[in-house]
């Protein structure tokens, strides 16, 4: 299957400062990439849908000035979290799919733990 | 907009034994419902998937069914093994590049 890649896998910051992740497909074109949050224990919600050249769509509740998305290239995603504090510290993993896809399956990064001091 | 429903939460069976997940969905226009494997810290691997216009679908000792006239589709898996111990996610789709809506996971534990 396409292989999705993510990084970083492990992040630790203050509170305050911004944290960059990214999410590159690399052996195929992801017009469409998914950015997903995970609490322990519970499931993958769904935060933005991102769409090379064009601006993300964010699900309610998620705030789009906090959760900066940017998916400058086909294969390219990137998630900023803005000023996180520590009830931002949690799991964060990006998905794709492509055209070559069109039963819809994703294929999913490894993932990004976030841990806001 | 979709919901999924996925039942049990957790699941303890004993190796050998068989092992069964329940999903519902509410939207009757999705065709596409994959079951994810996630173990402890790692990204959610696809297992099994199957479309609307089949009613089940089998890969070795893993199957699904679907009822879409009930809008319900199940994992069944056979001969379990420790190594099956994860959490699994369904997830219900309209296809193509339709967000995936996912259930909130069954916790698969398996005891030698």
């Known amino acids: 299957g396409a292989v999705v890649s993510q990084h970083p896998s492990w992040v630790i910051c203050k509170s305050g400062t911004s944290v960059k992740i990214e999410c590159r497909s690399l052996?195929?074109?992801?017009?469409?990439m998914f950015w997903y949050r995970q609490f322990p224990k519970q499931s993958l919600m769904l935060m933005a849908t991102?769409?090379?050249?064009?601006?993300?769509?964010?699900e309610q509740g998620v705030e789009k000035d906090k959760f900066l998305i940017n998916h400058a290239s086909l294969t390219l995603s990137t998630l900023t979290v803005t000023s996180a504090h520590p009830e931002d510290s949690s799991f964060y993993i990006c998905?794709?799919?492509?055209?070559?896809?069109?039963?819809?399956?994703?294929?999913f990064g490894e993932g990004s733990r976030l841990t806001v001091l | 907009g979709e919901n999924v429903e996925q039942h049990p939460s957790t699941l303890s069976v004993q190796e050998g034994d068989s092992a069964v997940i329940k999903c519902t969905y509410s939207?009757?226009?999705?065709?596409?419902f994959p079951w994810y494997k996630q173990e402890l810290g790692k990204r959610p691997q696809l297992i099994i998937d199957?479309?609307?216009?089949?009613g089940e679908k089998k890969d070795q000792r893993i199957a699904v069914t679907l009822n879409k006239t009930a809008k319900h589709f199940s994992l069944h898996i056979t001969e379990t093994q420790p190594e099956d111990s994860a959490v699994y996610f369904c997830?219900?789709?309209?296809?193509?590049?339709?967000?995936?809506?996912f259930g909130k996971g069954t916790m698969l534990l398996v005891s030698p």
């Open positions: 199957i479309r609307s216009n089949v």
């Open positions: 991102s769409n090379e050249g064009s601006k993300a769509t964010y």
């Open positions: 998905s794709a799919n492509s055209g070559d896809t069109p039963h819809g399956e994703l294929f």
């Open positions: 939207d009757s226009a999705s065709n596409y």
């Open positions: 052996d195929f074109q992801a017009t469409t």
């Open positions: 997830a219900a789709s309209k296809g193509g590049y339709s967000t995936l809506t």
